[in-house]
């Protein structure tokens, strides 16, 4: 993230197998890589200042969250797998200052039972889940709107 002054800081971290965007499941996930999803997100807003992460292992999430904490204006976050599964995540989100919105790609409470328990949400400002690469944006708009 650069030092550009004036410009809301926003970090949108990716968690596990979102890295497959584009081929994985795309008739859940969408056609678009994650590449494309992200520079969609540069191009929507030029007034903020993007940092981009993503990891399939979940301690690297715990780090960026605690690096980016305090001192990101907003974080938006996709745990993947690890929204229903990591004490570990929702405990750094609790740790933090910034402010975290949940976003999935798909509608996790329309589809199987073990989607429908985030373990995350109750420590993020609000969650946006079921627009694709929509929902990004809807929560880049959240942040801003603050
Ligand atoms: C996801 C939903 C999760 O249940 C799943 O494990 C993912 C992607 C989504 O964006 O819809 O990896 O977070």
């Known amino acids: 993230m650069s030092e550009e002054k004036n410009k809301k800081k926003i970090l949108v971290v990716n968690g596990p197998n979102l890295n497959?965007?584009?081929l994985r499941e795309?008739?859940?996930y969408g056609s678009a890589t994650l590449d494309e999803g992200m520079k969609a997100l540069e191009e929507r807003f030029p007034q903020v200042d993007f940092a981009f992460f993503q990891s399939n292992i979940e301690g690297e999430l715990v780090d960026v969250i605690q690096?980016?904490?305090f001192t990101a204006d907003g974080i938006v976050?996709?745990?993947?797998a690890y929204t229903h599964t990591s004490v570990a995540i929702h405990d750094a989100i609790k740790a933090i200052r910034t402010p975290v919105v949940e976003v999935h790609l798909s509608?996790?409470?329309s589809r199987e039972t073990f989607r429908h328990t985030s373990l995350i949400t109750s420590a993020c400002i609000g969650i946006i889940g079921g627009f694709g690469m929509d929902s990004y944006r809807l929560a880049v708009e959240a942040l801003l709107n603050r």
């Open 107 to 109: 509608n996790i409470y």
């Open 26 to 28: 795309p008739g859940i």
């Open 77 to 80: 976050l996709n745990a993947g």
């Open 67 to 69: 690096q980016y904490g």
């Open 20 to 22: 497959l965007l584009g």
